[in-house]
């Protein structure tokens, strides 16, 4: 199976024009430093990265038998857990990164999801499924 319409794109796009309108309306009053651009930067990449760790466990997920398909993505939301906790440890440990900034970039998907919602709700918009035999697919791979 395979997703001929890539959502994760369309829902970066929006993310990264919030996140841009965001450090546009701050950055006058933080001020622009070396922190706060590698918070920026460690904020805006672990979630575009987890945005597509998602979609790839959605696709990998309908390949499966629903009781393994479960599983499947439970154990996997727990990895994004676990690697969004260690991003924060990090931000949050290490003072020549902007915690602040990274907490704020994690916190933007959510509004961005919902804006993408709105937008994509009413356009007609169908997402096809097709199926497809990939001789090279790792079931255990997710990386």
């Not at 904020?43 to 597509?52: A, P, S």
């Not at 466990?57 to 393994?68: G, N």
């Not at 007609?124 to 990939?134: C, L, R, S, T």
Request: no cysteine.
């Amino acid at each position: 199976m395979d997703f001929k319409n890539r959502n994760s794109l369309g829902l970066i796009f929006y993310y990264t024009i919030l996140m841009l309108l965001v450090a546009v309306i701050t950055l006058p009053f933080i001020g622009l430093s070396m922190p706060v651009l590698k918070g920026i930067f460690l904020g805006y990449v672990f979630t575009v990265l987890k945005l597509f760790l998602m979609e790839r466990i959605l696709i990998s997920s309908l390949k499966k038998e629903p009781s393994k398909a479960a599983s499947y993505v439970k154990l996997h939301y727990f990895f994004r857990f676990l690697l969004t906790f260690l991003i924060l440890l990090i931000a949050f440990v290490d003072k020549g990164i902007n915690e602040y900034v990274v907490v704020v970039l994690f916190l933007l998907l959510k509004p961005a999801a919902y804006i993408y919602g709105l937008k994509t709700k009413d356009s007609g918009k169908e997402f096809e499924i097709v199926e497809y035999d990939d001789d090279e697919y790792d079931e255990f791979g997710d990386f």
